[in-house]
């Protein structure tokens, strides 16, 4: 079993519209939570943590499960700029800096 | 203000050549790390360096790989006697000192990637 898997998509998703998708992870020991965005063939960049109570970044939401051990992330009014792929981090409590990332899930924002 | 370079952006090697690539962290970050990211999959973990110390290397192939972050220069990822599945593009990240006791914080900074393609 993979230790960060995501649904890779891809999301086609109508520009204004709200999308939505998890991504659940194995290491129950899990202490740090993040979810980067990757542009097509570039590096990947932080797009925001993911805090036990939840939290907020203009259009974007994320959510942390502890207890089913997932993270969601969700995108309201959803503008052509935000197609990209969207990967789930986790950073274990053991792992000395060493953050495992998902294969990402593809978000196409359509006109 | 430069961010984290990475070169050769690009390198195609033939099958048993030597692959060098050079990562020059932000400056302030004394963490190094490597990823390698195949074709549709996702960035898998390489190894984590300091300078002159190799942190964490449980994600580097037991053989033909290396890395190294000496006290001065770039950080090194070194593949020898490549083979066609070493095809990838491989990413160098960097972060500042930890704050605590050594857990990283989780931002990581990426440079653009090295593509390397095996013939």
């Known amino acids: 079993r993979k230790e960060v898997e995501q649904d890779p998509g891809p999301f086609n998703v109508p520009e204004g519209a709200t999308v939505a998708f998890n991504c659940t992870y194995s290491?129950?020991?899990?202490?740090?939570f993040f979810w980067y965005r990757q542009d097509c063939r570039k590096e990947p960049k932080l797009l925001m943590s993911v805090y036990s109570s939840g939290n907020e970044d203009g259009r974007f939401t994320a959510q942390l499960n502890r207890a089913s051990q997932y993270i969601s992330l969700l995108i309201r009014d959803s503008k052509l700029s935000d197609s990209a792929t969207y990967l789930c981090v986790v950073n274990g409590a053991d792992s000395w800096g060493k953050l495992q990332f998902g294969a990402g899930t593809q978000v196409v924002v359509t006109p | 203000n430069a961010g984290v370079m990475q070169n050769p952006r690009h390198l195609v090697r033939r099958r048993g050549q030597e692959a060098r690539l050079r990562c020059s962290p932000m400056k302030g970050h004394s963490h190094v790390y490597w990823y390698r990211q195949l074709p549709e999959e996702g960035l898998k973990f390489m190894v984590y360096l300091q300078k002159e110390n190799i942190i964490d290397e449980s994600g580097m192939p037991k053989e033909r790989f290396s890395a190294e972050f000496p006290k001065e220069g770039p950080s090194i990822l070194r593949i020898q006697q490549v083979v066609r599945g070493d095809s990838a593009a491989y990413f160098c990240a960097s972060s500042p000192p930890s704050r605590l006791g050594g857990l990283n914080t989780g931002e990581l900074f990426f440079g653009e990637g090295s593509r390397l393609t095996v013939l």
């Open positions: 290491n129950s020991a899990s202490q740090s």
